[in-house]
């Protein structure tokens, strides 16, 4: 006790006495279904976040436009800087695109505007998946395949092989639309042996659908089977997924390299070399999509 003889404490401060208010000025917030729709809120509601819950409820309406024209908003009233002036620029293109009539050279500026604010790998895997759905609508052949090569490149996955069968008849080879289509099979049966729950379901589904997409072409069963020995090369065959073990609040896709011009260009003339049986007569397209120089 010695040690604190000569202690002395410091006079506390005085607060002001807490004034407790009435039962007839409370006010609860408003959660009832649909409270982010009324105009009048409680205060302490950011207003971002009234925005983008109206937003979406209206997408989920099918009310395209007007859900467009509150994401507009939000990119032009609110300040945004690195990873948030992607996601709204994204939120605004991804919104433009499920409108039908909304034309394409403003869908190829609003992507223009997008380029600059990527800033990771998994705002990159964003843009080429948006850049292949752009390109699609303006037909840009050239560009709309060669989004998806590097899509697939990085992730695997069925619906961006089943994208690219969307090409053009006229612009595709004897092998093209038949190996996509055996390539989204082949994936489907390898996601299957890992899937659990309504993910299973959801994936028997698209097998079934895909078989019937496959069966128009069963009296082709020779060529069916040659696809099945060319598309099965690249077949992930396991391996630990890295992903899996990331904390839940890393949502977006940080890790991983950027794609650069010279990079981009080895991936795509490797998958050209790896499909060549894929893309037999499609010379004309590849030179194309070779003669890009840009990302």
């Not at 899509?151 to 690219?164: K, N, P, R, V």
């Not at 659990?196 to 379901?201: E, L, T």
Request: with cysteine; net charge negative; charged share 30%.
């Amino acid at each position: 006790m010695e040690l604190f003889a000569d202690f002395e404490l410091d006079e506390v401060e005085q607060k002001d006495k807490l004034r407790w208010i009435t039962p007839e000025e409370y006010k609860a917030e408003d959660h009832a279904d649909r409270w982010f729709m009324r105009e009048h809120q409680h205060e302490l509601i950011d207003k971002r976040e009234l925005l983008s819950q109206r937003a979406s409820y209206l997408n989920r309406l099918g009310r395209h436009d007007e859900a467009l024209e509150i994401h507009e908003k939000l990119k032009r009233d609110y300040g945004h800087k690195g990873g948030f002036r992607f996601m709204a620029e994204d939120a605004c293109l991804s919104t433009a695109l499920m409108i039908p009539s909304y034309p394409a050279t403003s869908l190829l500026s609003i992507l223009d505007t997008l380029r600059p604010t990527v800033t990771n790998y998994g705002d990159q895997l964003q843009y080429y998946s948006l850049c292949s759905k752009v390109y699609c609508r303006s037909g840009d052949w050239p560009l709309f395949l060669r989004s998806l090569i590097f899509l697939t490149s990085y992730l695997d996955m069925t619906d961006h092989w089943e994208q690219m069968t969307m090409l053009p008849k006229e612009l595709q080879g004897p092998n093209f639309s038949l190996g996509c289509l055996v390539k989204s099979s082949l994936l489907l049966d390898f996601q299957l042996g890992m899937a659990r729950g309504f993910v299973m379901r959801k994936l028997k589904r698209d097998q079934e659908r895909m078989r019937k997409n496959l069966a128009e072409t069963e009296k082709e069963g020779d060529k069916i089977d040659r696809a099945r020995g060319e598309m099965e090369k690249t077949v992930v065959k396991g391996g630990t997924n890295d992903d899996l073990s990331r904390p839940v609040h890393l949502c977006r896709w940080t890790e991983g390299s950027l794609l650069t011009l010279s990079s981009s260009l080895s991936i795509l003339d490797s998958f050209l070399a790896n499909y060549s049986w894929l893309l037999e007569g499609m010379d004309s397209l590849t030179m194309q999509m070779r003669a890009i120089d840009r990302l």
